[in-house]
C-alpha cells in the first residue's frame, strides 16, 4: 500500500436513461471497477469505445461521482477533505478550452485562483512551467493566436500549476502532428523522471506502447487486464508470435499445407516482384515445423523473421477484436 497513489475498489457507476420523469433503462458504465496506480508508473488506460475509459478518469478527477466502491488516493477516500486529496491530482482533458484573448501568464494566473495559491508561488510556477514546455517566448501573446499544440501545452502548465503527485491526461496527443507528439512525450519522460506519477488515457496503441511502463485495459466497464507492458508482452510471446517469411516459389498447395496445420494463422499473403512475403501467427515451436515444410515442398526460403508483439496485438486479443487461438 505504500507505493499506491491511486487506488480504485469496486467502483460502480450506472447512467439511467429517463422518459417523462420515468427510468426506462439503465446503462452500467462501470462494473466493480478495480486497480492500482503505483508511485512513479506511466500508466497507460485503454479499452475500445464505450468501454468506460471517459467515465473512470470523470470520476477520478471528480467530475462525477460514484454510485458505488471507492477512489483513494495515498489511500485517502477522494470525498473525504475532497479539496487537499483533488488538489494531488492534475488533469488534462481531451478538449481544452482556453480564454483566447488572454495570454499565457494572464492564462495561468486566473486558474491558479482555483488552488489557493500565493502570488509568489504563481509567479515562480508560471515561470518554471513557461520555461519547460517551450512557451517562454510566446508568454505574452493572445491564446487565440496559438496553435493547438501551443495550446496543449499551456493546458499542461495549468495542470502542473499546483505541483500534483499524479498527472491525468485524456487523448493528449490528439490533434496534434508527428513533431507535436515527439515534443509531448519527451516533456512527460522528464515529469515521470522527477517523479511525478501519470494516469494516461489513449486510443492511440503505439503511443502508449512508447511512454508508458504499465498498462490497464477495460472492456464492458471492468478491468481485463493490468500488468506491466514487458509482462504483458511476455506472456503473449508464449503463447503465439507473428513471423515474417520473403520466399520463391510459394503457391497455392503449400498455402493449403499450412493452413492444414493446427496452431498456425496466415494473416497476410502479398507479392514483392520476384519473391512472395508471408505473414504468419503460429506458436514459436511450430517454426521448425513450417521451414521443413516449405523447403521439402521446394519453396526458397530468403528470409525469416519473428515479430516483435505489439500492444495493439494484445489490445485486440483482450477486448475480442480477432479470434483467439
Partial sequence: MANTLLELDGVQKDYRIRSFGRVIRTTKALDKLSFKVEKGQIFGFLGPNGAGKTTTIKCITGILKSDAGSILIEGEDIENNSFENKNKIGFLPEQIGLYGNLNCVETLSFYAGFYDLTTETIEKRSSELLKLLGLEKDSKRPV???????????????????????????????????????????VLRDLNKKGLTILLSSHVLSEVQEICTHVGIINNGKLIRQESIQDIREKVRKTAIKLSLRVKNFNKNNEEELNKKKGINIL????????????????????????????????????????????EDVFMTETGGEDRD
Fill in 268 to 311: 497476410e499473403m502479398k507479392e514483392l516482384g520476384k519473391h512472395q512475403h508471408i505473414l504468419l501467427k503460429l506458436k514459436e515451436n511450430l517454426i521448425p515445423w513450417v521451414t521443413n515444410n516449405l523447403v521439402s515442398n521446394n519453396v526458397q526460403i530468403f528470409s525469416i523473421e519473428p515479430q516483435d508483439t505489439s500492444l
Fill in 144 to 186: 487565440g493566436e496559438f496553435s493547438l499544440g501551443m495550446k496543449k501545452r499551456l493546458a499542461l502548465a495549468i495542470a502542473l500549476l499546483h505541483e500534483p503527485q499524479i498527472l491525468v491526461l485524456d487523448e493528449p496527443t490528439s490533434g496534434l502532428d508527428p513533431r507535436g507528439v515527439k515534443a509531448l512525450r519527451s
